[in-house]
DNA sequence: GTCTATAGGGTGATAGAC
DNA sequence: GTCTATCACCCTATAGAC
């Protein structure tokens, strides 16, 4: 009885072992064919294994695409926890995030489509899946009030501020750095615009 | 002789309309699964052939993506030769346009896939398709001009900030205004700071 | 847990009859 | 110009042997 609780234990980690192995897999051949290209059969064969082999770690394709989305959210979060924040220079730390953010989507195109595009055809999160982006976009929100910015369109008009510069950086200029360096001149103009008048009151 | 050459002029409008038939039919199933997910063999059965006759009229499905691409682009165009441009009232001329880019993008959104995003697994625009996107880009740049909006960067800044706030509205609110309606504050934004000092120098 | 086999579809593209 | 037939794949998912 000791024993089989023992293995038991230890097949679990084989199991999220493989589980990883996995989807690590999974992003290599999404970045190579897009993540909409993502086949099972390819996916099973870069692991050495037959394709309904994967039915074993996961219950469906859907599964895995959720298992990526709820990664990619959770290391935006981790990127932006690194991050420090400044209070008493908002410029310099919207820059700073802005250029994070920006390296953050370069650094995978599968990613950036998964996570911000609506790139497969007949796939949206799970509500799990979606409850952990909600978390990091709620995170992000707090951070946003520690340099004073509070207000709703505010917060709206920073990320597509941001998504902005990124999205342009990856479609027209990926691996360079055109939208990129324009991080600064970006978060000096809006923080003019959010602080704005602001000294009047 | 007379007759078969008046013939031919009839066959080549026939042939020029079917055409046209095949690319709105091909319109109509993009919108609904997705750029990515348009089908050759339903393609045909939606204009009542056979999937092989497609090949009379086009040489393969990426001559297809490439047309609607040109077609997007040249949309686009008409669209922005539609606005006017008031180099009195630049907030106002830049306002109008964020919303009118919006609203473009968010009329089809197979279209904006196509145009602005990779989403289409092994497919990029012909050099010809490409072309007519070049054009359209450099028609943007001259009205900006006459803006008085001429530095690489601003202009880069300002697709940015355009291309933020409608990828944000289409991903994240489609069908609504929540970003939508932050073009004039954005605009406003943008032109105190590319205005900022000018007439100190 | 992994396999083979297979269900039940789908895909773009081509050959050749009419 | 349109068709049928077909090539040579692709796909996700399941049943059931081992």
Excluded at 9 to 34: K, S, Y
Excluded at 79 to 94: H, K, N, Q, W, Y
């Amino acid at each position: 009885m000791t024993a089989t609780a023992g293995t038991s234990h230890v097949r679990a980690r084989r199991r999220e072992q493989t589980r990883t192995e996995i989807l690590a897999a999974a992003w290599r051949l999404a970045e190579r064919d897009g993540i909409a290209g993502l086949s099972l059969r390819e996916l099973a064969r870069e692991v050495g294994m037959q394709a309904p082999s994967l039915y074993t770690y996961f219950e469906s394709k859907a599964a895995i695409y959720d298992e990526m989305f709820a990664a990619g959210y959770r290391e935006l979060d981790a990127m932006e926890a690194d991050l420090e924040v400044d209070p008493a220079d908002p410029v310099g730390t919207l820059a700073a995030s802005g250029e994070a953010f920006i390296d953050f989507c370069g650094a995978s195109l599968a990613r950036f489509q998964l996570m911000f595009t609506r790139a497969v055809p007949g796939w949206e999160p799970s509500p799990g899946a979606y409850a952990v982006s909600v978390a990091s976009y709620q995170r992000s929100v707090d951070e946003f009030a520690r340099l004073g910015i509070d207000e709703p369109r505010h917060i709206d008009l920073l990320t597509a501020l941001f998504a902005g510069l990124a999205s342009q950086q990856l479609a027209n200029d990926p691996g360079g750095d055109r939208w990129r360096r324009l991080s600064r001149e970006a978060a000096e103009m809006y923080v003019t615009h959010v602080t704005r008048g602001r000294r009047q009151r």
